[in-house]
């Protein structure tokens, strides 16, 4: 940890301390200020100067590696210099939860958490819950050592990171944030687009932090559409000639309703593993769950409901508290269905009731 409280109950930080100055406080004895436990200083050549516990210690400061303590002080730095009112490792009592960083902001208070190692989807929504019950609000920034590049604009997101996902408006991209503290880069990456369950599209920017400003952070920035069609057209072609692993039982599973229906991969309709930015609602991949669409209602009727098709998928929605940064309630289902209006392979006659085009079916 960064900082400690002496003998005199007095809160000490220790990382910006010159030499002359860590040679006196070897003298002193310092005390968690969440545990209460004696502390060492440790203090070598290599690495930024900071406080351990001796041995284990079941405290939520122990732990903390390297990486992690100096990305918290990178960012608090970076915001102490553009004047912002900012606290390292503040305790917030009403809650019993300690924030990486506390920004003051006008009449806001904002939580920075920056997270570096792995953790639950519930522990995510708890602690988030806690900070919005005193009306704080909470912004998650991931480890750089955290992100996964697949290639130059798709990144794998596992279905926990999901929990990290922003959408600050209704019309603002999906985005989500990672900082290195080894390059001294924040990673905007945004305008995300899930591809399967995991393996995403979007706009990577990465930037050096103190070159950046704290309102740099939240400007959208759009993945381009010419590079995402080609991307898409490779990954669909990929997906149709690459042999299913053992392994992936769901996929195994899938491919064999395929062929007891009669169907393979190559001749299911283009419409059929269409991209969709509310992807991430969904359990499965989306060509699973729009064949099953495909074979199971737009086949066999005239016409279908939303109100029928989303009976139909309840099962593989994800609830929307699993999200908790996105602010709308969206429908992959009503996108998907506006996609099919487009190739025509569905008409709209009354409000959310569709006739179905059987000659593109």
């Not at 309840?314 to 508290?321: D, F, G």
């Amino acid at each position: 940890m960064l900082q400690a409280v002496n003998q005199k109950g007095e809160v000490v930080v220790v990382w910006n301390a010159n030499r002359k100055k860590l040679q006196q406080m070897r003298k002193e004895t310092f005390y968690c200020p969440a545990c209460q436990q004696q502390l060492l200083l440790r203090a070598g050549t290599k690495n930024i100067a900071h406080f351990a516990h001796k041995g284990e210690a079941h405290c939520d400061l122990s732990g903390e590696s390297l990486y992690h303590e100096t990305g918290k002080r990178d960012i608090y730095v970076w915001l102490k210099n553009q004047g912002y009112q900012v606290f390292l490792e503040y305790y917030v009592e009403e809650i019993k939860q300690r924030a990486d960083i506390l920004l003051h902001l006008a009449d806001k208070r904002i939580a920075i958490e920056y997270q570096c190692a792995r953790i639950s989807s519930e522990e995510i929504l708890d602690r988030t819950a806690g900070y919005r019950s005193v009306n704080i609000i909470p912004i998650w920034i991931l480890g750089g050592n955290r992100m996964r590049r697949l290639s130059a604009n798709s990144l794998r997101i596992t279905t926990t990171e999901h929990a990290f996902l922003y959408q600050f408006h209704p019309n603002y991209p999906l985005s989500i944030y990672y900082y290195c503290s080894n390059t001294k880069q924040m990673i905007q990456y945004q305008d995300v687009i899930f591809l399967t369950k995991t393996q995403t599209f979007g706009a990577l920017k990465a930037q050096k932090l103190f070159e950046l400003t704290w309102r740099d952070l939240f400007h959208p920035h759009y993945r381009a559409a010419q590079a995402f069609r080609d991307f898409w057209q490779k990954k669909k072609k990929t997906w149709i000639h690459h042999p299913v692993s053992v392994h992936h039982q769901q996929e195994t599973m899938w491919r064999q309703w395929l062929y007891l229906h009669q169907l393979q991969l190559a001749t299911l309709p283009h419409f059929v593993y269409l991209p969709i930015v509310s992807q991430y609602r969904m359990k499965v991949p989306p060509w699973i769950w729009q064949s099953r669409l495909y074979v199971d209602l737009l086949r066999k009727n005239r016409s279908v409901s939303l109100s029928e098709a989303r009976h139909f998928m309840y099962e593989y929605y994800i609830s929307p508290r699993k999200f908790p940064f996105i602010k709308e309630d969206v429908d992959p289902i009503k996108e998907y269905f506006q996609l099919l209006i487009k190739y025509s392979v569905l008409q709209p006659i009354k409000q959310e009731q569709y006739l179905i085009n059987h000659s593109t079916v």
